[in-house]
Each structure stands twice: as C-alpha cells, then as structure tokens.
C-alpha cells in the first residue's frame, strides 16, 4: 500500500474514534475514506478516460480540502447548481481549502485532458460551472473578504460570494460595485462583467480589479495585474474562466454612506408601454448616481403582471427628489417603496427572486437606444402562462461603465444604454420544452434590435456568436488563450478557443 494512502486511512480511523456523536464521525470517515475502486471519466472532447485508482488517492492525500465522488457527503451539493435544468455528474469534484489545492487539481486534469468545470456562486445561467464525466473545482470553501480601509481595497477569495463581499467592506464604509442578488458568486459575475446598482457610478466589478492570483492551465498560480502579467490582467476582465482558476481578488474601493435612496415603483401592466417609453427618455440623461431596472413580470398563477422600476439613487440625499421626480411623469403608480434604504440590506432584496427550485431559460442582449417598435416587440410578445412566469427585464447601462474604452479590458460592450433580458423559470419536475419554445419564439422579435450580449447570462447558441461578441478583442484573447490555455483546459465558459482548435 501506497504510503500516503496508508496513512490517510489510519488517520480517518484515529480520528472518527475521537469525535463523540456518529454522525460527524461518518462524515469525516466517509471524507477521508481512500478511494477504492478506478472511475470513468471524460476528457474536454468527450473521450472516455479511466482514472485508476492509485492516481486518485494521490491527488486525494496531495490536497488539503475535499475530493468527492458519486456517492460521498457533499457530492450532490457541490455538483448542482442554481438552475436545475442541469443535473450533471462530475466524475470528481475537488473542493480546494486553497490556492494550493486548485493548483493540485489542474494540475490533475491537465496532465489527462479531463474536462473541467469551475464553480463559484454556480449562478452560471448555462450551466458551465458543473459537468458530465469532468472534474468540477468547487470553490465554495474558499470564502472571505479582507477589507484595507487605508489602502481602500479589497482582497477576496476565489469562492466568496457577493454578499461577502457587500457585508465586509460596507462595515468600513466602502464600496464597490456587486451584482444585484447577494449568493452570486464573485467568481463568475466579475470575471464575465459585473453589472449592478452601483455600476454606472463606479464600473463594472470587473473594472474595480486591480490585481488576481490566477492558477492557470500549466498549474502555476501567477498574480496579474497592470504591472505584473499585465497581458493576463487584461484577458481575465472579461474573458470570464478563459485563463485560469482565479483564488484571491484584489478590488479598489469607493467611499460610501450606508444609507441610499432605493426602491419600487409598481405599474399595472395595461400601461407597459407608456411606462417603458417614459423609462426609455429618462435614462438617456440620468445621472451616473442613479441606477434604473425596468422589470415586466407575469407571474405563475395567471395573476396580472406588472411593470416595476427598481430605482436606486446612491448619491447627495438631499438631491434625491429632484433626480428622482421625472419617474412621477409616468402616472400614478400602484404603489412607490422608494425611500432611504441599507446599502446591504438593498442588495438582498431580489435574493429570493431566482430559480431555486425549478429550471430557467434566458435570452439577453444589450441596446444602444430604445425605440418604438423595440417597445412594440417587447410588450407585443409578452405573455402571461398561468403554469410559470415569465420576466422581461432592462438592466441599465451607461454611465462609468461606457467610458472605458472597448479595448482597455476584454470586456467590449462599452456602448450600450441597457441590456433587455427575457426569462422564464418553471417548477422543478415541469417539461421545459413548451418554455423554452416560448422563448425562442419571442426573443428573436427583440434580438433584432442588439448589438451583442453579456456573455454572463443567456446561451450563446454557436460559438461563432461568442467570436464575433468579443469584438475587436478576439484576436488580442486567443493570443492569450494560446499562451496561457493551449489545450483549452478551460472550455466551459464563453468559450475562446485556441488557435489551433478554431473553428
Ligand atoms: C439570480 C442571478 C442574479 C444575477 N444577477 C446579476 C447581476 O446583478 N449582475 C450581473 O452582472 N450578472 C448577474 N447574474 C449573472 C452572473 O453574472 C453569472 O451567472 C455569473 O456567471 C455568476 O457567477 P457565479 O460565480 O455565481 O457562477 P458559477 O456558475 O459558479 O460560475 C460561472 C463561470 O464562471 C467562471 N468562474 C467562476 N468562478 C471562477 C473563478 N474563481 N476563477 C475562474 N473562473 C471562475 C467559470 O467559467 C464558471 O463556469 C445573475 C445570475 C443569476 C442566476
């Protein structure tokens, strides 16, 4: 026997003896149990793989955190995600207590070609962070935030997500910009874009990034930022997953007061086109201070939907109602929440607004202007299925986010005014096909009037589209794919392909 794997499994002994109750005794055996049979794997192109069972027990007892396979404590947590349309099987999942590890399973993978999938917040709407056959690196227990109140900067582990991020340094009265549901990961969201309440004053999370540690595909962990690996600093803000496990974030931070002004403005649904016209002029002016979501929503039941603007003003109070009192010009709403809310507390409020327990369907793009017929399309198109709901959404753009130029980071769709979005979720066990179908059938009447999509959210359908979406950067990112990820060990994400792997 192995003597790594002698000692692992006399440790498991030694230790479920000591632990008084048995079910944490069982955990801890079942954690530490040595692997005892091979398992089947795939490689990134769909080939079968074995994966003996020597060489699991050695990358078993070189890591610190956790290897789980189909049947341990914690598989089946790890493996999902947060839409359950994808309930997919990693042959091993690696949950990495640090950058040591992430840099152990890559290594593993790389040295056989297993497809790999990367998990954070596991918000992927896609379902790029779990996978069939692969090794899935789980990073949820690499979390925590550590805020520098003098230096105004925030160091971040690869598996935190938002809300960590928001809790930490809001205590400090510092900021930066985070998505708008607080258990999305960091991971994802920053890398791919970041957009949120605090975006069009700040950035987006990705342009807050002043420095990564980054495990890439040979297994180093390398730090990038301006002055270091500048060329990598560059890709991963807005190349998503493209280049690497990244383990620790290093964001700048703004001062903030905890206090903004923010809220819901609810109108009924009859009046969706005059509503979103009256959004539409208004956003063309508005202050970077002020954050704008347009949400039309119909509801499962049948009930009557509604349309929604989710104002936040983040700027001087006192300018609050002035900023804030051409929304009134829309009519009488059926109700107003707006008022002085928490910071924190603000980016919690739609946490419960997700597909927990059921599937989902996204189609997203994002628009330089909004006219008549693109309002026309939307609300013509929309329909209330008293089986599920369906959301159209606006996120608001503009503003910081636009001033930075195409180039100066990976991230290209620095000109758009507002992102249309359309979703639709439905109960877990329910056939997805007839919602899919739907939306399939009413984006492209939208898709007409885009200009490229967030690669964060949405299936991008061939990979031709996710070429063309990155623009004037592409060829800068398969440069940098082919110097960091020749073998493209990184695949499930908006997918840069190496050069010698082009289509
Ligand atoms: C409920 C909900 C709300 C959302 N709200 C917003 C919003 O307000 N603003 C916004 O911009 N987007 C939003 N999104 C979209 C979000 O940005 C993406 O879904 C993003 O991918 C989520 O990141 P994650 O870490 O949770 O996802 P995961 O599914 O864990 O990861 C997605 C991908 O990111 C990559 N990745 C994750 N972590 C790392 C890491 N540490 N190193 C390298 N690669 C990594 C991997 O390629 C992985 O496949 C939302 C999504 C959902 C489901």
Not at 3 to 13: E, T, V
Not at 60 to 85: C, E, F, W
Not at 206 to 230: C, F, M, Q, W, Y
Request: proline share 4%.
């Amino acid at each position: 026997m192995n003597r790594r794997i002698f000692l692992g499994s006399s440790l498991s002994a030694a230790v479920a003896a000591t632990l008084p109750g048995t079910v944490h005794g069982n955990t801890l055996l079942k954690m530490l149990a040595v692997v005892s049979s091979s398992v089947v794997g795939r490689t990134g192109n769909g080939d079968e793989i074995t994966l003996e069972e020597s060489a699991l027990n050695e990358l078993k007892s070189a890591l610190r955190g956790q290897l789980l396979l189909a049947g341990n404590d914690g598989y089946d947590a790890a493996r999902r995600v947060l839409n359950q349309s994808f309930d997919k099987h990693p042959a091993l999942v690696v949950r990495p207590s640090g950058a040591a590890d992430v840099a152990t399973a890559v290594t593993f993978a790389n040295e056989r070609d297993l497809l790999v999938a990367v998990k954070c917040g596991g918000h992927s709407f896609s379902g790029k962070s779990t996978c069939d056959g692969g090794l899935q690196i789980d990073l949820s227990l690499m979390r925590g935030a550590r805020v520098d109140r003098n230096a105004r900067r925030a160091h971040v582990a690869g598996g935190s997500l938002l809300g960590d991020l928001d809790h930490e340094c809001m205590a400090q009265g510092l900021v930066t910009t985070a998505g708008t549901v607080s258990h999305t990961g960091v991971g994802g969201l920053s890398l791919g874009g970041g957009f949120g309440r605090l975006a069009r004053k700040y950035g987006l999370t990705l342009d807050n990034i002043k420095s990564v540690d980054i495990v890439t595909a040979d297994g180093v962990l390398r730090h990038a930022s301006a002055d270091e690996n500048p060329d990598l600093f560059w890709g991963i803000r807005g190349g998503g997953g493209n280049f690497g496990v990244v383990t620790s974030f290093e964001f700048g931070l703004h001062e903030m007061g905890r206090t903004v002004i923010g809220g819901d403005l609810v109108f009924s649904i009859d009046r969706a086109k005059q509503v979103i016209r009256g959004y539409a002029d208004y956003i063309q002016d508005a202050p970077d201070e002020l954050s704008l979501d347009l949400i039309m929503t119909a509801p499962p039941g049948g009930e009557p939907g509604a349309v929604v603007i989710h104002a936040v003003y983040s700027g001087n109070h006192a300018d609050a109602d002035r900023v804030l009192a051409p929304l009134t010009k829309l009519g009488d709403p059926l109700s107003n929440t707006i008022g002085p809310i928490d910071y924190v507390a603000l980016q919690k409020v739609w946490d419960n607004s997700d597909p927990r327990h059921g599937g989902d369907y996204i189609k997203s793009g994002f628009v330089t202007d909004i006219s008549d017929a693109q309002i026309d399309a939307i609300v013509d198109g929309f329909e209330n299925h008293p089986d599920r709901s369906t959301t159209f959404f606006y996120g608001q753009s503009g503003g910081a986010i636009n001033r930075v130029a195409e180039d100066a980071t990976a991230f290209p769709n620095r000109n758009a005014i507002s992102s249309p979005t359309v979703v639709v979720s439905w109960n877990e066990g329910a056939d997805p096909e007839p919602h899919i179908k739907y939306i399939r059938s009413y984006w492209p009447t939208i898709e007409t009037f885009t200009d490229g999509f967030y690669t964060n959210t949405g299936d991008y359908e061939t990979q031709a589209n996710v070429n063309k979406n990155y623009r004037g950067n592409f060829k800068r990112l398969v440069e940098l794919k082919d110097r960091y990820d020749p073998g493209n060990l990184f695949r499930l994400n908006a997918n840069v392909r190496p050069s010698t792997d082009s289509p």
